[in-house]
C-alpha cells in the first residue's frame, strides 16, 4: 500500500513539471504568425478555418497565432464582439510569453502597402524572419498560374479580380506581372483591380464579346466584400453589371486553393530556416 502511495505522489508531483516542459518545448521553436488583411464577411472568414486546420497540421510543434493589418477589420470584428488582433498586439503577446524567435508569415496576395506594414512593426528583442507574400518572384507568378489553371476554361470569357493599390502605384507591378503572363495564355481572360492599375479597363473587352456567361476568380484569399459588393453586387457600377452577361460564376477565393496555400508554405519553410540561423538577441 506504502508502495502504491508513493507512486501516486510522484505522479502528482512531476506532472505540473512535465506540462511545464511542454510548454517550454513548445517555445523553443519559432511562433508562427499568419498576417491577413481580415474579413467582417462571417461566411467568407471560414478559410481562415482551413487555413489555420492545414497550418497546425503541418507543423504541431509550433504556437501558431493568427494577424490582422486592417484595423478597421478589427474594430469592426470587436463591434461584434469577435476578437483579433494586429501586428503589434501580437508582438507583444508573444513576448510576454517568452518567446524570442517569431516568423511572420503574410497571407497577402503581392508584397505591397499592408505587407510593408507588417516589416515596419517593432521587432526589438526578437529574432524574427518574414515569410514572402504569394507572388514576390517570377517563379511565384507561375506557380499561381498553375494552381488556377483547374479553374480556368480557355473558351469562358474569365475575369480575375484582383485588389490593386491607388495610392502607391509600385505596389500593382506584380499584379501587372501576373496579368501580361497569364493574358498571354487565355486569350479570353483579363485581370481587373478594384484599385490602381490595371483597374476597370479591362472588363471592356469582356463586355465586347457580349458573352452569356462570365467565371469570376478571385486573386485574393478571402472572397469577402470586394467580392461580394465590388464584383457581385447588384449596383450599376459593379463588375457583373459592367459586363452585363446574362450568368456570372465565381470561382473560390484562393485561401480554399491548396496548390495555392503549397506556395506560402514553401515561403513560411524558407523563412523558419532563416530564423533558426539567427544569433540570439543580447
Known amino acids: 500500500m506504502n508502495r502504491i502511495f508513493a507512486l501516486i505522489l510522484m505522479q502528482v508531483v512531476f506532472m505540473p513539471i512535465a506540462i511545464q516542459a511542454d510548454a517550454n518545448e ?3 521553436k519559432p511562433a ?3 498576417v491577413a488583411f481580415g474579413t467582417s464577411v462571417e461566411q467568407a472568414r ?3 478555418d482551413h487555413i489555420d486546420s492545414r497550418v497546425r497540421r503541418r507543423y504541431p510543434e509550433h504556437n501558431l497565432r493568427w494577424a490582422f493589418t486592417s484595423q478597421f477589420i478589427i474594430d ?3 463591434r461584434r464582439g469577435v476578437v483579433t488582433y494586429n501586428v ?6 508573444l513576448r510576454a510569453e517568452g518567446f524570442d524567435r517569431v516568423v511572420f508569415q503574410s497571407l497577402h496576395i503581392a508584397p505591397g502597402q499592408e505587407y510593408s506594414k507588417v516589416q515596419a512593426a517593432d521587432i526589438s528583442g526578437l529574432r524574427v524572419a518574414f515569410g514572402d507574400a504569394l507572388m514576390t518572384s517570377d517563379e511565384d ?3 499561381t498560374i498553375d494552381a488556377l489553371r483547374p479553374h480556368i476554361d480557355a473558351l469562358e470569357p474569365t475575369v480575375i479580380a484582383a485588389h490593386g493599390n491607388d495610392k502607391y502605384p509600385r505596389f500593382n507591378e506584380r499584379i501587372e506581372a501576373f496579368a501580361a503572363r497569364i493574358e498571354a495564355d487565355y486569350p479570353r481572360l483579363v485581370v481587373a483591380s478594384v484599385e490602381g492599375s490595371p483597374g476597370l479597363g479591362p472588363l471592356q473587352k469582356i463586355k ?3 458573352p452569356d456567361r462570365v467565371n469570376f476568380v478571385p486573386l485574393m484569399i478571402v472572397a469577402g466584400d470586394h467580392i ?3 464584383v457581385l453586387g447588384d449596383e450599376d457600377g459593379s463588375w457583373k453589371n459592367i459586363i452585363a452577361a446574362p450568368q456570372v460564376g465565381v470561382s473560390e477565393s484562393l485561401g480554399w486553393n491548396d496548390a495555392v496555400l503549397d506556395i506560402y508554405f514553401d515561403h513560411l519553410e524558407a523563412a523558419l530556416q532563416q530564423v533558426m540561423q539567427e544569433e540570439p538577441v543580447r
Do not use: T
Request: charged share 40%.
Open 26 to 28: 513548445l517555445k523553443s
Open 32 to 34: 508562427i504568425v499568419l
Open 46 to 48: 471560414k478559410v481562415f
Open 76 to 78: 469592426k470584428l470587436k
Open 88 to 93: 503589434d498586439e501580437v508582438i507583444a503577446q
Open 141 to 143: 507568378i507561375e506557380r
Open 208 to 210: 465586347e464579346m457580349k
Open 228 to 230: 461580394l459588393n465590388d
